[in-house]
């Protein structure tokens, strides 16, 4: 049987020209089955009519009224005429109002019936509608269903978007292959996916939405766990790993260090240690909040692979973090003889050469780097240790390009993301799993307000207060992309109005992704010499920047950030022996804002947050799981869809026990879904 090709391109979609495919395109819309598998955010019923006597103020209503007036059209100034049209039903009367519409006029005919979709506002004792659609008796175009809204981009119009996909949705139908295997639709009760596709766009009723959600989570979750299942066994080998001397004791820089470890540092140390001197490969994850102390874990393992006759390779997701963590590795392990480098974009094709040549005699212990590092002429002598500081920045096959130049070495992985635990055995199956979840003693307490505008000069008047002291304060703004619907402050504009009109006799300087690696970390190392006092910049400071002196954060427009990245920018702060504090500006009154921002100013736990986090996120915050470091799913919400989770493990467990590596013949789908997550652009 042909089926049709999902991977054709989305210009051959009808509607869809050479400036939609653009528009498309920065949806992360490129092939036809990208198009079907856009799914809606959220949906209007537009399918129950109510009477116009029931209507209630503000609401988004259908009605059905027949037109009691001819359409007025009213010039109300230069480009721009008014149309009004009044209609009743049997309970009541409304004003119908739109703007710039002319081919109205051959529409709409005093008598005819028709149905409306639209806000309705009641003014005095008479309701009115702005600008619905609507349809004839004998049309459902726009109403007398269910309609999906999707996440748009601006310029490209809900309705427009709305029929493209309509259109690619008729194209498929019927015609998309089945993938998921037989028994398993049925001992699972999921729907077919011809028929999944089509609710999840157009459902009748919503009952059919989610018999098709279901399937469609299903899906993604079972793809996801069978593809971390096959990470797990390919990682697994029967091959041995490197088994360190005991002799080699890593209580020897312990000792040695200028502070005392914490109780978790040392468990998470002792576990490590013994991964390392047990024959098989170290996989471990690490996760700890930030300032928890992570890095001096890395180092003390790191001493013990390069003791044992061994290289390791540290990468960092910035050149600014890779830079500062060569000087932690320096300073740590310099006395032991212990040689460091870095390999850094910016690094001169000289030194590199020079570099890559002592990489491979041995002469470099310690390689610390960022993606560089990954490249094919970057060869080892004998590495022994990887550790990522992946702050989820890295993907699986990034890691695993990393590993492939040893033979297997062990592996630590270390993030700052906290996942809640039951969440992370799931999503880390194939690692085992280490937690520091203690602060360092002494720390004091970040205190945390969330204010809006009108709080603007007082917090300007403290920050002031603060850098006379001798502090200094970070500044992060969202980051801006050209097309962006919501107007938010960028670092340009905030560092402008800084320096020129609040903080004129103060230096204040900015930094953001765009700026040359070495601009950046040359205003990264002023801010650490304590040359300025206010650093202005996107998120990218948000990984694992040390600067004990300073102790503001403040955060504009903090309602675009997710709880998780919130989280992580106040960690920036906090890292010294002062009081430190975080800001979070918002400007916004929807709930979720609102409740964020509680939540944020109520408690410095990474992992309470994490939680919050996840059961705050609905279904339609597509983007949202980026932040989070978890892998990124169109459909699935790792809060909502626990249940579903759950069966999907149980399914998955029993592939595991008899067909792990999906050779028989009636998982073939699946094999090719779990290939496709693999090779595709989704990374994991
Ligand atoms: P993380 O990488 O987990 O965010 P770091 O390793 O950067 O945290 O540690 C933050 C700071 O705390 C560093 O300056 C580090 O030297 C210091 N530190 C780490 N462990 C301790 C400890 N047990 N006691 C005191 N300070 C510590
Ligand atoms: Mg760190």
């Keep these: 049987m042909l089926m049709i090709d999902l991977n054709n391109d989305v210009k051959f979609v009808k509607g869809v020209g050479p400036s939609r495919v653009e528009l498309l395109n920065k949806l992360g819309i490129f092939t036809l089955k990208d198009l079907v598998t856009y799914y809606p955010r959220d949906y209007e019923d537009r399918s129950k009519p109510k009477k116009i006597a029931e209507c209630v103020d503000g609401e988004d209503v259908l ?41 109205l006029k051959t529409k709409v005919k005093y008598g005819e019936t028709y149905s409306f979709y639209g806000r309705v506002h009641i003014k005095g004792s008479k309701l009115e509608m702005n600008s619905p659609v609507f349809d004839s008796k004998d049309s459902n175009k ?39 295997p037989a028994y398993i639709l049925n001992d699972y009760k999921l729907c077919e996916i011809n028929e999944a596709i089509k609710s999840i766009h157009e ?20 793809v996801m766990q069978l593809a971390l299942l096959n990470l797990k066994s390919s ?36 576990e490590i240690d013994n991964d390392m001197e047990s024959e098989k490969a170290m996989n471990r994850l690490l996760q700890g ?33 890779a830079t500062q963590h060569l000087e932690s590795f320096s300073n740590m392990l310099g006395k032991y003889g212990i040689r460091c480098e870095l390999l850094i974009s910016s690094v001169t094709k000289k030194k590199k050469e020079e570099i890559l040549e002592k990489l491979q005699s041995g002469e470099i212990d310690i390689l610390i780097g960022t993606h560089a590092i990954l490249e094919e002429n970057v060869v080892f002598n004998k590495l022994g240790l990887v550790v990522t500081d992946e702050q989820h920045r890295f993907g699986v096959r990034q890691r695993s390009t990393i590993v492939s130049k040893g033979t297997n070495p062990d592996v630590l992985v270390m993030t700052a993301t906290p996942i809640p635990r039951t969440l992370a055995l799931i999503l880390y ?30 917090v300007n008047d403290f920050v002031r207060k603060q850098i006379k002291e001798g502090r200094q304060a970070y500044v992060v703004c969202p980051l801006v992309e050209e097309n962006e619907e919501i107007k938010a402050k960028s670092v340009e504009e905030i560092y402008e109005k800084y320096k020129t009109e609040v903080f004129t006799d ?39 920047v040390n600067v004990p002196n300073s102790s503001i954060m403040i955060v504009e427009n903090a309602e675009r950030f997710g709880l998780a990245q919130l989280h992580q920018l106040r960690g920036r702060v906090g890292r010294g022996e002062y009081q430190s504090y975080c800001i979070l500006k918002y400007n916004s009154n929807s ?94």
């Design 429 to 458: 199956g194939d690692l085992d799993i280490s937690i520091i979840d203690e602060l360092p003693p002494n720390r004091k307490e970040i205190e945390t307000y969330a204010v809006t505008k009108g709080l603007e000069n007082r």
């Design 591 to 684: 709930e979720v804002a609102q409740k964020r921002m509680k939540i944020m100013t109520s408690t410095t736990d990474g992992f309470v947050i994490a939680e919050k986090d996840l059961e705050l996120r609905g279904s339609g915050e597509f983007f949202g799981t980026r932040q989070h470091g978890l892998p990124e799913f169109k459909i699935a919400n790792l809060f909502e869809d626990m249940d579903i989770l759950k069966e999907v493990q149980g399914l998955t467990s029993k592939i595991e026990k008899t067909d792990p590596k999906l050779e028989l013949d009636k998982h073939l789908g699946l094999k090719k879904m779990v290939d496709e997550k693999f090779d595709g652009r989704v990374e994991m």
């Design 142 to 180: 726009h109403t007398g269903k269910i309609v999906p809204i999707y996440p748009t981009t601006y310029n490209l119009p809900q309705t427009t978007l709305r029929t493209i996909i309509e259109n690619a949705v008729e194209q498929v139908s019927g015609e998309m292959e089945e993938r998921m």
């Design 63 to 103: 009605i059905e009224a027949m037109a009691v007036s001819r359409l007025a059209e009213i010039r109300v100034r230069k480009n721009m005429v008014m149309y009004k049209l009044s209609v009743s039903d049997d309970t009541g009367s409304c004003t119908i109002t739109w703007f710039n519409q002319p081919y």
């Design 289 to 321: 909040d930030v300032g928890s102390g992570k890095t001096v874990v890395s180092i003390i393992a790191a001493y013990k692979a390069v003791k044992s006759g061994y290289q390791a390779a540290i990468m960092a997701p910035t050149s600014i973090l």
């Design 203 to 222: 459902p009748e009723e919503f009952k059919d939405f989610s018999y098709a959600r279901r399937r469609l989570v299903f899906e993604e979750l079972l």
């Design 235 to 270: 990682w697994k080998k029967e091959q041995k790993g490197i088994q360190y001397s005991s002799k080699v004791k890593m209580s020897d820089v312990i000792n040695e260090l200028p502070f005392k470890l914490t109780k978790a540092q040392l468990r998470v140390l002792e």
């Design 506 to 544: 103060l230096v204040v300087e900015y930094m953001h992704g765009k700026m040359r690696p070495k601009e950046k970390d040359e205003i990264m190392e002023r801010f650490k010499n304590g040359e300025i006092d206010i650093l202005i910049s996107t998120t990218v400071i948000e990984v694992g």
